[in-house]
């Protein structure tokens, strides 16, 4: 069977390649077709090996395309996380050096208002009519001298502004690139076979759900696609497409869960053999539990923007409830104490992950760049210890540890137990100033639907984290919310609710 997205069109050009939330369906044929005409167009627009296209686009079969375009035109597609407001949407657009946009109506305001702020602004093409003047009268045959690009993905920006994570262009035939893809799915045992239908869950600007997504499409996978998420919907498109494959996030578990047992036990998810999942720590019990749901499936790993990483399978877990796995193949992963030397087993410190086959630079930082590498390897902050035979164990980042007393405090450990309470629908675990202990434990709780915030439920669960934690450890104070702030992908904003915090104290210095 055919490998790559050109090639599978021209052996069954009528095999569904994206269903898109509406129901429309792309075939391998049309979607090859109109891949090319967007590169044509981006061609005669001026575009050449190296710039940018950037999108603020919905989880719509045109990202794909346009993610196919600049595979084969040697361009960077910077997809642009569509919550983003105006100004900084702008600071991307400007940051990035892009040369052209494609956006949606959806969110013409956001983007207009972005372009009126530019000095130049990239010519720009919405994807409902302006994606017609771009690529009218253009031929839908593959262009001439192609070369492969990529993607520019910026980081969330938790610290400072968002920073593109951007890797040398490899100079390689686009279809021989692409049939080298799939085999990154086949860490996680998923292999190219026409019946594969991979379910994307969260929003395609994210790294790993275009990383997902795009592969399974090279391997000849159909990709299915969710515009805005719900665990009810999730279930019935598994159900219908016969769903064999998805990447998830463990929020996405934590609300899978919380459904009633009677829906849940409804549920047909037979088809599953491969669910990807990664992005936060996992609640043991919540994991436990999908196990359970799901059977043997669940494949987790740890990773970055900038690369990875670890792998765990799903019986690898079970021998060693939350580890996110060994380095895979072509990856290496220690762990070092603040002065650079390597932690032994069981100690926590800074993990680092090998650089190599994927480097990288942050784009025009290369302060930034130098900060996170040495000696071939990078870190993102990130707080784990490794165990006797190398298998890695996240403690939380480093910018979310908390320090009270002189006491190292991981709040993902926290957040872990909380998760555990049955009337905890998210949470949020951080440190707030004290000015005795220099930080305090703070948790703020998303109750589930139907249970009452307040005094009475801080103190049940101050007493279920007693039991579980130790007290230095457990919440000083809890507060509650209707919502917890994340991101479609499932990322928390944890800098949302903890910067009012520490600004209050600013002002009273």
Known sequence: MAEGVWRIAAEDPDRPAVVEAAGAIRTYGELADRANRLAHGLRRLGLTT??????????????????????????YLVPINTRLTAPEIAYILDDSRAKALVYSDRFGPAVDAAL???????????????????????????????????????????????????????????????????????????????????LAVSPLYHTAVMTFSTASLHAGHTVVLMDGWSPEETLRLIAEWRVTTSHMVPTQFHRLLALPDEVRAAADVSSLTNVIHAAAPCPIGDKRRMLDWWGPVIYEYYAATEGGGTLVTPREWLDRPGTVGRAWPTSAVHVEDDEGRPCPPGVPGTVWMSLAPADFEYHRDAEKTRAGRHDGFFTVGDIGYLDEDGYLFLCDRKADMIISGGVNIYPAEIESALFGHPKVADVAVFGIPDAEWGEQVKAVVEPVRGATAGPDLARELDEFCRERLAGYKCPKTFDFTEAMPREPTGKLLKRTLRDPYWAAERRNI
């Open 116 to 198: 009126d702020s530019l000095a130049a602004p990239p010519p720009a093409f919405s994807s409902t009519d302006g994606l017609e003047q771009l690529t009218k009268g253009v031929p839908a045959a593959r262009p001439d001298d192609r070369t492969a690009g990529t993607t520019m993905h910026y980081t969330s920006g938790t610290t400072g502004r968002p920073k593109g994570v951007r890797r040398p262009l490899s100079g390689a035939e686009p279809d021989e690139q692409a049939e080298r893809i799939p085999m990154f799915l086949a860490m996680f045992g998923v292999m190219p076979h026409g019946d594969g239908v991979h």
């Open 50 to 75: 190296g710039d940018v296209v950037a999108a603020v686009l919905p989880n719509q079969a045109v990202m794909l395309e346009l993610q196919l375009a600049a595979f084969q035109s040697g361009l």
